[in-house]
């Protein structure tokens, strides 16, 4: 699945949502994942995850496999 078409579909959920991905296997189904969110604040880890994995529900099914992720707000993002 490409990096963009998950970026999508994070966003739709996440609308203003930083997505930075990285592929890697360079297969396109196991993913790295940093998302940025302001909706991350006041959420759990596991609050914050469970948000992005529903966005994908359908996409981890089959054409991604594996996902790495860290889901932040955007004081906790690196370089901010």
């Known amino acids: 699945m490409k990096a963009e ?3 999508a579909k994070i966003r739709v959920v996440l609308p203003d949502a930083r997505v930075d991905l990285r592929d890697l296997t360079g297969t396109e189904d ?11 604040r006041g959420k759990t880890p596991i609050q914050r995850h469970r948000m992005v994995f529903d966005a994908l529900a359908e996409e981890m099914k089959g054409p991604i ?8 707000t955007p ?6």
């Open 30 to 40: 196991h993913w790295e994942a940093v998302v940025v969110s302001d909706a991350f």
């Open 65 to 72: 496999h594996a996902l790495s992720l860290r889901a932040l």
């Open 5 to 7: 078409a998950i970026t």
């Open 75 to 80: 004081d906790q993002a690196p370089g901010q």
